[in-house]
């Protein structure tokens, strides 16, 4: 209830900020000559990498509620698998036939 919203939410911003460095690379990409002739090269270097950082931030987040989903469900795991053990141990022998 609480990932999947939030995974969906966190994946759609991920898309939109992948886009606007996609498209920054392809303007750069081509209008390398221009960028060349004015000398702005450290301008353009200094736009892709704020949008690259940008970029990351959701990517970190979406990893991080993955983590978390993941962590979830591993602690079910162990609490089930501890219960049945425990109940196993704790009923008397001759319960299960072989």
Known sequence: RYYFSTAKELMRINGTTKSVVANHLSESISG?????????????????????????????????????LIQRLETLSAVVLSSSALAMVLLPSGTFSP
């Open 32 to 68: 390398a000559m221009t960028i060349r002739a004015f000398r702005e090269e450290e301008r353009f270097l200094a736009k892709s990498m704020e949008l690259i950082d940008k970029n990351a931030s959701p990517f970190f987040h979406n990893f991080a509620a993955s983590e978390w």
